[in-house]
């Protein structure tokens, strides 16, 4: 596992932080309107800060390899999808978003405080992704 | 024509990098998909009124071009007089599809309310001018392959947690890694 300060993530958890936090800034590409009906979320204003700031936190919390972060910004992307919906439904969207902005941070913040809370002795790097028909778990007959 | 055996669909499935990338990016644009979809539906009235617009419009669709009478029926006498309540249980049925087939969480269990979600548009909508079957029938197989392929352990946090899942003797771990 990586400790603080380390620089490339090689815990599992770790590497999906920096992935779910780089989707987030990524996701900045759809204020360009030629996407036109690719534009699947509409983002604007504060929502853009949201994106990349709550990002970059989800970021640092692979980078750092710190879960308590991840938590932070699981967490924050939760209270901002919620804050989205009351925007809309108030109808002035004052947040800058949209629906489809509020479920893509629901996705999000769901797995960062997934992985966050996951503790961290009881998993193990697994090499290649297990076949589909593997439904079994430790200490069940 | 020969059916492989689960194991080597298992082997044929992890056999390529490529593979599990290309499940990845399926059960992705999957999710993109309802991201996108869920956009209209807009609280707090969801359409109602005169004139009907958007999700209030199309729920009217499955009585007035019926495509099974009993659910017409419903449609009719349950959920339009109640329809508020079900604009909402529709917003959080499609955010939650495209949130958590988007980054692969549970993502067996979201596979079969995807397909349970595509049936219902299917019946309300189906019937509708200028709609076309297909698109209705991919909606549900698509659903159907990210369920049976597992999508989320490819590229999705299933992957990732299901070892420590397996690891854990909490009846939480245990439901996760079933729904995985």
């Known amino acids: 596992m990586s400790g603080p300060g380390a620089t490339s993530p090689r815990h599992p958890f770790d590497r999906a932080c920096v992935v779910m936090g780089a989707a987030s800034i990524v996701s900045v590409v759809f204020v360009a309107e030629g996407l036109q009906e690719f534009r699947f979320i509409w983002l604007d204003g504060v929502s853009v800060a949201i994106a990349l700031g709550v990002g970059a936190l989800a970021c640092l919390a692979g980078l750092l390899a710190r879960p308590v972060l991840a938590v932070v910004a699981g967490t924050a992307y939760l209270i901002a999808a919620v804050l989205q919906v009351i925007s809309t439904a108030a109808g002035d969207d004052w947040l800058g978003g949209n629906i489809s902005a509020a479920s893509f941070w629901v996705g999000l913040g769901s797995g960062l405080l997934v992985v966050g809370l996951t503790p961290r002795d009881a998993a193990e790097p697994s090499a290649q992704p297990e076949s589909p028909s593997d439904t079994s778990w430790k200490g069940t007959g | 024509m020969t059916v492989s055996r689960p194991t080597d669909v298992g082997t044929a499935l992890t056999a390529s990098r490529l593979n599990g990338w290309l499940l990845g990016a399926c059960r992705v644009g999957v999710a993109l998909l309802w991201i996108d979809n869920v956009s209209w539906k807009q609280p707090p009235d969801f359409g109602e009124g005169d004139p009907p617009r958007t999700l209030y419009r199309w729920t009217l669709q499955a009585v007035e071009h019926e495509v099974l009478a009993p659910y017409a029926w419903f449609v009719e006498n349950v959920v339009v007089p109640n329809f508020a309540l079900f604009g909402w249980l529709v917003l959080i049925v499609e955010a939650s599809l495209g949130a958590f087939l988007l980054v692969g ?22 019937n509708a001018p200028h709609e076309w079957y297909w698109a209705y029938l ?43």
Not at chain 2, 106 to 125: E, Y
């Open chain 2, 105 to 126: 969480l549970a993502t067996r269990a979201w596979a079969v309310v995807g397909m349970g979600q595509s049936i219902v548009i299917s019946l309300s909508t189906l």
């Open chain 2, 138 to 180: 991919l909606m549900f197989l698509v659903h159907l392959m990210l369920f049976a392929t597992a999508a989320g352990r490819y590229g999705g946090l299933d992957g990732v947690l299901r070892p420590a899942w397996r690891r854990s003797d909490t009846a939480l771990a245990r439901l996760l890694e079933r729904l995985s």
